[in-house]
């Protein structure tokens, strides 16, 4: 099939999308209803699909429509950003980065190194979905985002996984609490504490589920929260304990919470970049992604 659209077509069809109305898309373009309306339906034509559903009142994608739609705001991005790559305002380079990341590595760690390229990159925006990780791995294979940042590999042959580093899990409590004089503690030294866990459907907690299992100790799970973060909360206000990887963790001193080193057994999960074997990143995704690399580096061997 020969792809036969013009970029304003597509233009068009997001226009409307993030608008609500042919109306006011046709202002935003310059263009007018008559002319809007025949670029959708060139473009619907081409795809051999309805994009947009027509009421009285509003006008929403199609179901084809919604899986078009952030495939085509990175293809957009992408272009924009090669195009000013390539001129001489290569300072003022404009562009979107979008990228799947495990909350766990979104909550401390990937901030960081957002500063970093933003002081780099002023003019790219960054756009996180903080998604599960078997969700983060659907999100790249389809091309809703670059590349993701997730803590598993994947059996789906179109994707790579390039592992980064080790990230253990600690224990993270009150500064008040007795464990947190300790400079290291075993997980024997956790099971009469009562412990505020993730689901059981988590991956954090299989993890930790499956490496316990042989070793003996039972853990006394009495609080069961959906999202780490949610468990520092109640860390802060002195609940319970938690154990979290160390990457959703407070990285400073911390007010309220202190983290110490769990062994007997050691307890790790691998963190690393999932990507599209043969995709092929936009400027700006590229050197995000080499940032991030050497920052993770560098916080591996600091920690």
């Known amino acids: ?114 500063r970093q390229f933003h002081a780099l990159h002023p003019n790219i925006r960054i756009r996180i979905l903080d998604l599960s990780a078997s969700e983060g791995l659907k999100s790249v294979a389809h091309g809703e985002s670059e590349f993701g940042i997730s803590m598993l590999g994947s059996a789906d042959p179109e994707l790579t996984f390039t592992p980064l580093m080790d990230d253990p899990f600690v224990l993270a409590c009150h500064r008040a609490h007795p464990l947190a004089a300790r400079t290291a503690v075993e997980w024997s030294d956790l099971a009469n504490e009562l412990l505020i866990g993730v689901s059981r459907h988590s991956g954090n907690r299989t993890i930790l589920d499956n490496a316990l299992a042989n070793s003996g100790v039972r853990l006394n799970w009495f609080y069961e929260v959906n999202h780490l973060s949610t468990s520092l909360g109640l860390v802060e206000t002195g609940v319970g304990i938690s154990v979290l990887p160390r990457l959703a963790t407070p990285q400073d001193d911390h007010p309220k919470i202190v983290t110490r080193p769990i062994t007997g057994p050691v307890v790790s999960r691998t963190i690393g970049i999932v990507e599209r074997r043969n995709g092929r990143l936009s400027p700006a995704a590229s050197r995000f992604r080499a940032l991030l690399s050497e920052s993770w580096t560098q916080q591996s061997h600091s920690g």
């Open 1 to 114: 099939m020969r792809i036969n659209f013009e970029l304003l077509d597509l233009r068009a069809f997001l226009a409307v999308l993030e608008s609500g109305s042919f109306h006011k898309a046709a202002e935003q373009l310059n263009l007018s209803q008559p002319a809007l309306s025949r670029r959708i339906k060139q473009l619907e034509t081409t795809l051999g699909a309805p994009l947009l559903e027509r009421t009285t009142r509003r006008v929403s994608a199609t179901t084809v429509g919604r899986e078009l739609q952030p495939l085509l705001v990175r293809l957009l991005d992408e272009l924009e950003a090669s195009v000013l790559s390539m001129s001489a305002t290569g300072k003022l380079q404009h562009g979107q980065v979008t990228i799947a990341c495990v909350p766990t590595a979104a909550f401390y760690f990937l901030p960081l190194v957002i």
